[in-house]
């Protein structure tokens, strides 16, 4: 059972417009949500993360919101740069156990 | 650089041979994780560490499968007897901070 949810496996965006990259998750336990981002051939990277007390956290271009009723977060960037082209994964955890259940991915292109 | 070192970048290995990883945290983490990823999907979570301890296995991680961590530093995965159905990349990570260090993995090819 896919507890993680990306739905959409591909976006493309147009460069200095907004991407918005959506998570659905199942286990309503989880209470810790992250996103990394993933170049060909590198592990993960962290970009930005939110605990469940919050419904929005912001770094820079990134922003991430939480819909706890809805179990559902996503991810922001704006403006998206060329450079943003990598799968992005969403991620979950519980406080106190930091193993992390992962999303399928979605795969960000920016169209320069 | 990011901080956790994986060997060998590559390996293709054929069917039924046994074949071990290594995993170098470049600074002391309590924790060590691995995990491996497929194609078309996420990480999943394979096991982890607290120093020297294996303290959590998933069911993911069959017997053909063993994870050390000598002396709570570097850490070693083998598989043995190799299927097609190993064919994965996998990744090592410690954690602090705000999240993972993940490194940059050995993709494995059962052939």
């Known amino acids: 059972d896919q507890q993680v949810k990306q739905n959409s496996p591909s976006l493309s965006v147009q460069e200095g417009r907004i991407s918005i990259l959506n998570c659905d998750y199942t286990n309503s336990m989880f209470d810790y949500f992250l996103w990394y981002k993933k170049y060909p051939a590198e592990g993960p990277t962290f970009l930005i993360s939110i605990s469940s007390i919050k419904d929005k956290n912001e770094d820079g271009r990134f922003t991430v919101f939480l819909n706890k009723s809805a179990k559902h977060l996503s991810l922001h960037i704006v403006p998206s740069q060329p450079g943003d082209s990598a799968v992005y994964f969403c991620a979950t955890s519980n406080f106190g156990n930091e193993k992390l259940t992962f999303g399928t991915g979605t795969r960000l292109t920016i169209i320069p | 650089d990011t901080g956790v070192s994986q060997d060998p970048r590559h390996k293709i290995t054929k069917r039924g041979q046994n074949v071990t990883f290594r995993c170098d945290p470049i600074?002391?983490?309590?924790?060590l994780y691995w995990y491996r990823q497929t194609l078309g999907q996420g990480p999943e979570f394979l096991t982890y560490f607290q120093n020297e301890a294996q303290l959590e296995k998933s069911r993911l991680l069959s017997d053909r499968f063993s994870a050390e961590r000598p002396k709570g530093s570097f850490s070693t995965l083998e598989i043995q007897r190799t299927e097609q159905g190993d064919s994965a990349m996998y990744l090592c990570a410690t954690t602090g901070g705000d999240g993972y260090t993940f490194g940059s993995g050995t993709r494995l090819t059962v052939v």
């Open positions: 600074s002391e983490h309590n924790r």
